[in-house]
C-alpha cells in the first residue's frame, strides 16, 4: 500500500476487543493511567526482546523511562486478563510524532501486534496528528515487514537502522 493510499485509510479506534491466533481474546485501550502495569510487562522482557536500548533494562531504568511516555505521547495498551501485555505510543517529535510499540515475549506471534499498531494510528487519527516516523534496526525484518503492512515508507537507511515514515 503506498502511503497516498495507507493516508487514506481509517484504521480502528480504542477500545478494540479481539481474539488473537493462540485464542486469547485481548483489548487494546486508550492509556493515561499509572505506570506500575506496564513497568510489571516490561520487567519480563528478556534481551532478546529489546532492541536500539528500550525497554530499558532494570525496573528503576523502566520507572524512568515510562512516566514521559505516559505524560507526553498518546498510549494504547493491550490487556489480557487484567494484565498489561502491549502498549504502544506516539511521542511528540518535532512536526511529527515517533512511534514505538512493545508486545510482552509470551504474546508475540499471535497478531497482537498487527492490531495495536492499527488501533495505534486510528487513535492517532482521532487525535489530529498528521505524521508518524519510527526508526528500527536494518535486522529487525518482522518489525520493518509490520510497519511496511501499515502504509510505512523508508525515508533514510544508515548501517544500522533505517527511518521510517507514514501520513496519517
Known sequence: MSNAAAADHDFPRPPETFTDHDGRTVTIEAYDGDIDPLVEM????GPD????????????DIRDWLPNLVEDG?????????????HAVLVP??????LAIFVHPDY????IGSQLIRVLLG?????????????VSNTNHV???LYESVGFETIAKERVEMEME???
Open 49 to 60: 526482546s529489546r532492541s536500539q536500548g528500550v525497554p530499558p533494562r532494570t525496573e528503576a
Open 42 to 45: 516490561y520487567a519480563d522482557f
Open 166 to 168: 507514514r501520513a496519517l
Open 74 to 86: 498518546l498510549n494504547v495498551v493491550v490487556w489480557h486478563e487484567e494484565q498489561a501485555v502491549g
Open 143 to 145: 518489525a520493518r515487514a
Open 123 to 135: 487513535y492517532g487519527q482521532e487525535n489530529g496528528l498528521d505524521r508518524v516516523w519510527l526508526s
Open 93 to 98: 517529535y518535532q512536526d511529527t510524532s515517533e
Open 108 to 111: 508475540q506471534h499471535g497478531g
